[in-house]
């Protein structure tokens, strides 16, 4: 019995090996690994915070638990946007702390498999801040797939791990 308690953490990321949560923001596809996603919650009132870069949006209390919250889109400098009815906030775990996105809208979770993603051609690959992985196809879709270790600097980790 012990046995099947030892696989049971391999099993569980084979199982999420290759599935993407897929969101919008602007015209674009992003996904995201399902294994760095907690949760996918609606909008919450944002508590926000001094000195902090304007992607930073500011912090949540999502029960009882303090979370930062970063604006994708202006963190992948695009035209800020008014906040409606689709937006969302995916809770994510990357390992070093818990941080809510705000997407424009949430898509669904694909399955890509291994032929289906490529790596990134040479334009604009480390432009990005290297916050783009790979890129995915499903169908006609092309989907952006998101480093999440990358989203966050170093000098956020630092204020963000400052905070009380």
């Known amino acids: 019995m012990a046995e099947?308690?030892?696989t049971m953490p391999e099993l569980e990321e084979d199982s999420q090996k290759g599935r993407f949560l897929t969101f919008v923001i602007g015209k674009e596809t992003y996904g995201i690994e399902i294994r760095y996603?907690?949760?996918?919650?609606?909008?919450?009132?944002?508590?926000?915070?001094?000195?902090?870069?304007?992607?930073?949006?500011?912090?949540i209390n999502l029960?009882?638990?303090?979370?930062?919250?970063?604006?994708?889109?202006l963190r992948f400098g695009k035209q800020p946007r008014?906040?409606?009815d689709r937006t969302c906030i995916i809770v994510i775990?990357?390992?070093v702390v818990a941080v809510g996105l705000t997407v424009d809208s949430v898509s669904e979770v694909l399955t890509l498999p291994e032929q289906d993603i490529a790596e990134l051609p040479g334009i604009g690959g480390r432009q990005n801040g290297g916050y783009i992985k790979n890129v995915g196809k499903a169908g006609d879709t092309v989907i952006l797939i998101i480093e999440c270790e990358k989203l966050l600097s170093a000098q956020d980790l630092k204020r963000l791990a400052a905070e009380p």
């Open 82 to 84: 008014n906040y409606d």
């Open 63 to 73: 029960r009882g638990t303090i979370i930062p919250v970063m604006d994708v889109r």
């Open 93 to 95: 775990d990357c390992g």
């Open 37 to 59: 996603v907690t949760e996918i919650i609606g909008l919450q009132d944002i508590t926000e915070m001094p000195d902090m870069p304007d992607y930073l949006k500011g912090i």
């Open 4 to 6: 099947s308690y030892e």
